[in-house]
T-cell receptor
Framework: AQSVTQLGSHVSVSEGALVLLRCNYSSSVPPYLFWYVQYPNQGLQLLLKYTTGATLVKGINGFEAEFKKSETSFHLTKPSAHMSDAAEYFCAVRGGSNYKLTFGKGTLLTVNP | NAGVTQTPKFRVLKTGQSMTLLCAQDMNHEYMYWYRQDPGMGLRLIHY???????AKGEVPDGYNVSRLKKQNFLLGLESAAPSQTSVYFCASSSGTASNQPQHFGDGTRLSIL
């Protein structure tokens, strides 16, 4: 079984500030981890994924995430927020050979001018 | 460069009516999925398919049926719509058997049941 917890349903930052969106997972097998972004009235778009190898993963639009096995975390960061980053972000986990994704409940990011 | 296409994009139904949502993908993916998205609930898996002619239940299958007669299409049916089925429905697809392959999503169908 696997699960995802996203801490904070709503995060608000100022333009130019650090973005930190938190994700903790549980999985009985080595996980594959994903971050998706959803802009208003659109589907989900893949930001980045962790499979194996390097624990710091770089994605699109300047986002990156670090896989920390000891903390069962996969937090998403971006050094400097841009107005266009305002969206909802979803963390998801897939365990081993299970092809089904389990999603967190999402974090809505607001960027203030 | 279509990816995953969902039709229709919007629909309003009356309680008890039936309808079918269509999902089509042009990436030759084996796996296809139907999710519903409700505020504060994230995405919940309704049904999925691991290949043409096969379907399986997800975590919230009640009130829905699916069919995968062709590899590129995955249909979601509501036989007797209920207000609790008001939601945004997303279709997704993914390739191969490797768990590191991401799912590709359509733009969603916004369904209201009155």
């Amino acid at each position: 079984a696997q699960s995802v917890t996203q801490l904070g349903s709503h995060v608000s930052v100022s333009e130019g500030a650090l973005v930190l969106l938190r994700c903790n997972y549980s999985s009985s097998v080595p996980p594959y981890l994903f971050w998706y972004v959803q802009y208003p009235n659109q589907g989900l778009q893949l930001l980045l994924k962790y499979t194996t190898g390097a624990t710091l993963v770089k994605g699109i639009n300047g986002f990156e995430a670090e896989f920390k096995k000891s903390e069962t975390s996969f937090h998403l960061t971006k050094p400097s927020a841009h107005m266009s980053d305002a969206a909802e972000y979803f963390c998801a986990v897939r365990g081993g050979s299970n092809y089904k994704l389990t999603f967190g409940k999402g974090t809505l990011l607001t960027v203030n001018p | 460069n279509a990816g995953v296409t969902q039709t229709p994009k919007f629909r309003v139904l009356k309680t008890g009516q039936s309808m079918t949502l269509l999902c089509a993908q042009d990436m030759n993916h084996e796996y296809m999925y139907w999710y519903r998205q409700d505020p504060g609930m994230g995405l919940r898996l309704i049904h999925y398919s691991v290949g043409e002619g096969t379907t399986a239940k997800g975590e919230v299958p009640d009130g829905y049926n699916v069919s995968r007669l062709k590899k590129q299409n995955f249909l979601l049916g509501l036989e007797s719509a209920a207000p609790s089925q008001t939601s945004v429905y997303f279709c997704a697809s993914s390739s191969g058997t490797a768990s590191n392959q991401p799912q590709h999503f359509g733009d969603g169908t916004r369904l209201s049941i009155l």
